[in-house]
């Protein structure tokens, strides 16, 4: 095969996306609480190793393709938008009258704001440091943010404390450092509070957002069994105003279940939010986009929110990857994560009410007859057979997943 010459490569990555078929059109994207962050399309492919392959990336441009995409909300970090040192002066102002024209132009929302507490310099301690004064810059970021959020007509706030902790053992007071970290979420519940009672609104979700390690050697808060036991620690003043965004990959990061991660936060009602990416176990924070590696766990986490219910939004924090160009990144790597998810999604709907799932599913709850609680012997073997109906739903939730339930087999 000749080489392609680059007038004809956009032409080229367009006809094969089309050719894949099993896309969704915006309208039916729009269905979806699905969130879109200026920082996922704008991010430039930099890292600690890696040099930007992609230009920056205004709001203005982020939200035109959001919405010819089909994604209806859009979020961002503070500093993503208002330059840090335009926050707190009439510049800021001005920035946020133009987030606020250009959301109404393509017809977006806000949904979430989240306080930048780790990229600069200031932070190089963590935003609970030992200098007061760093904290006290540190709450009025938080309450800025927040007043930034009502301003956009903002639902959650979004907080991660990814700098909170330490490289060396012994540089810090851990439990001082957790009640400095309290003291500004403090500040920001104080300030939502008394926003909303001015301009009459409700207040907004705050959401922990748990990662086990970068940038810091040791985190403090690193994941949301952790970050549960904060909330429920006493040193929040408003813990009814605070729960948990979980991101997949926070989660899968440490070698956990997400699932289970994810339902220890439903039975505390502490789901208010969550990230959704892709990735590895045990591996760095690589912030792939949904399905590409664990397809048929996001099938089962799904199966869960949609068995309780949740109705919050699905952040597609992910960073299409160096070798994706900025037209790919609106041609390719953002619509096809939001179609996955859609199928996903629906699939999931699909188990839930598949005959031969429920079937195996009450017959385990049922139990065998003839079982005697006081006898041990009695139960297993009452039950014996029943639990291999455990690998075949799971052998179910496979066939689902490849659409062999639908006749999809291969000729071999």
Request: aromatic content about 10%.
């Amino acid at each position: 095969m000749s080489g392609i010459p680059q007038e004809q490569q956009i032409a080229l990555v367009d006809r094969l996306t089309q050719a894949c078929g099993g896309r969704y059109s915006p309208e039916v994207r729009r269905r979806y609480f699905i969130t879109g962050p200026q920082w996922a399309p704008s991010y430039q492919g930099q890292a600690v190793f890696h040099a930007p392959v992609r230009p920056p990336m205004t709001f203005e441009t982020v939200m035109e393709e959001y919405s010819k995409i089909g994604i209806n909300y859009w979020c961002t970090h503070d500093t993503d938008v208002i330059p840090t040192e335009d926050l707190f002066t009439p510049r800021q102002d001005e920035i946020t009258a133009r987030i606020k024209d250009s959301l109404k132009k393509h017809g977006l929302k806000c949904s979430m704001v989240t306080a930048e507490t780790f990229h600069h310099p200031v932070w190089a301690a963590g935003p609970a440091a030992e200098s007061p004064e760093l904290r006290e810059y540190a709450k009025r970021r938080l309450a800025n943010t927040v007043a930034l959020g009502h301003e956009l007509g903002a639902q959650f706030c979004v907080y991660w404390p990814g700098m909170l902790g330490y490289y060396i053992a012994g540089a810090v007071d851990e439990t001082q450092t957790l009640r400095w970290f309290a003291e500004g979420i403090n500040a920001a519940c104080a300030a939502d509070l008394e926003i909303a009672k001015k301009k009459n609104r409700d207040t907004l979700k705050h959401c922990m957002e748990a990662k086990p390690f970068e940038p810091q050697g040791e985190i403090l808060l690193p994941t949301s069994d952790a970050m549960l036991a904060f909330i429920f620690s006493g040193l929040l003043a408003h813990p009814e105003m605070v729960g948990l965004n979980p991101e997949y990959l926070h989660e899968l990061m440490w070698g956990a279940s997400v699932r289970a991660s994810l339902a220890r936060a439903l039975v505390c009602g502490k789901l208010f939010h969550f990230d959704i990416n892709d990735g590895y176990r045990l591996k760095h924070d690589v912030d792939i986009a949904i399905g590409l590696v664990n397809p048929l766990d996001w099938l089962n986490v799904l199966v869960l929110l949609r068995s309780h219910n949740y109705k919050g939004p699905f952040n597609l924090d992910y960073k299409p990857p160096r070798t994706t160009s900025r037209h790919g990144v609106f041609t390719v790597s953002i619509p096809t994560m939001v179609d996955r998810f859609i199928t996903l999604w629906e699939m999931a709907g699909e188990v839930i009410s598949d005959p031969i799932i429920k079937e195996a599913t009450d017959a385990l709850k049922a139990g065998g007859a003839g079982a005697n609680p006081a006898d041990v012997n009695s139960v297993v073997a009452a039950n014996r057979e029943l639990l291999s109906l455990h690998e075949l739903i799971a052998h179910r939730l496979f066939q689902i997943l490849i659409g062999a339930h639908r006749g999809r087999t291969y000729n071999l």
